[in-house]
């Protein structure tokens, strides 16, 4: 079994900076892909941004440029820092992990999300 806890969500202004974090845990043998996800109410859930083990990163269009994402390997961690955070950033945000587990099966797992609100 793998768990990924996340934790950083929260309410702040326009302008405001918010940093996400999510741990996965369990019976792991390495982290391959991790990102972050997110969905407002009444959309489909979208990427956010990813990044590799070898720290390779990818992100949204809409998020270049204010959004960072990095992450820890031996903490099996991946952070999500935004800045000038807009209204429209306004999502439940989920983390999600390409797993190797200890008897080498390959899980996706996604974290239980954690509210962003971001007032205008």
């Known amino acids: 079994q793998v768990q990924l806890v996340e934790s950083g969500g929260g309410l702040v202004q326009a302008g405001g900076s918010l940093r996400l974090s999510c741990a996965a845990s369990g019976s792991i043998f390495s982290v391959n892909d991790m990102g972050w996800y997110r969905q407002a109410p009444g959309k489909q859930r979208e990427l956010v941004a990813t990044?590799?083990?070898?720290?390779?990163?990818n992100y949204a269009d809409s998020v270049k440029g204010r959004f960072t994402i990095s992450r820890d390997n031996a903490e099996h961690t991946v952070y999500l820092q935004m800045n000038s955070l807009k209204a429209e950033d306004t999502a439940v945000y989920y983390c999600?992990?390409?797993?190797?587990?200890?008897?080498?099966?390959?899980?996706?797992?996604w974290g239980q999300g954690t509210q962003v609100t971001v007032s205008s």
């Open positions: 990044i590799t083990s070898s720290g390779s990163t």
């Open positions: 999600n992990a390409h797993v190797v587990t200890m008897i080498s099966r390959i899980i996706i797992s």
